[in-house]
């Protein structure tokens, strides 16, 4: 990571940023380790299925604002489903309990930093 004189602004470039197999899905650059920010972070995940693979995931810390690169999806939740494409932008709370299903590159920034000890799986909706 490189930064600024003023320290203000920062850099990470790509060949900084992490990759993650999370799932047979689920794949991530991530760029919060490199960023080290104690407010936001932000990785960009391909899915290719669903994701979690079987239940849902929740995150009990942060939100995420999420901004699709490329391919079409849903996000669902027990009772909704949101179709998404190129182009637009998700918004899921802290707390939403949800899955992906897809063939899609997103961003996800999180509010504050997401760190896999708040991410929780749960079989099923009670």
């Known amino acids: ?21 999370n799932s047979a899905t689920s794949h ?3 760029y919060s380790v490199a960023l080290n920010d104690k407010d936001i972070d932000l990785a960009v995940n ?15 810390e942060c939100k995420e ?13 027990h009772d909704q489903c949101l179709d998404f494409k190129a182009g637009d932008v998700l918004l899921i709370e802290q707390d939403e309990v949800y899955f992906w299903k897809g063939n899609c590159k997103i961003i996800m920034v ?4 997401w760190h896999k000890e708040q991410c929780k799986f749960i ?3 009670e």
Do not use: F, H, Q, W
Not at 1 to 20: H, P, Q, R
Not at 65 to 77: E, H, S
Not at 110 to 113: A, E, F, I, M, W
């Open 110 to 113: 999180c509010t504050p930093p």
């Open 65 to 77: 604002l999420v901004y699709v690169l490329a391919g079409t999806g849903t996000l669902n939740k």
């Open 46 to 60: 391909t899915i290719v299925g669903r994701y979690p693979e079987n239940g849902y995931c929740t995150n009990k």
């Open 28 to 30: 991530l650059l991530e």
């Open 1 to 21: 990571m490189l930064k600024n004189e003023s320290n203000d602004m920062k850099i990470v470039k790509i060949e900084n940023a992490t990759e993650v197999e």
């Open 123 to 125: 079989k099923e909706i």
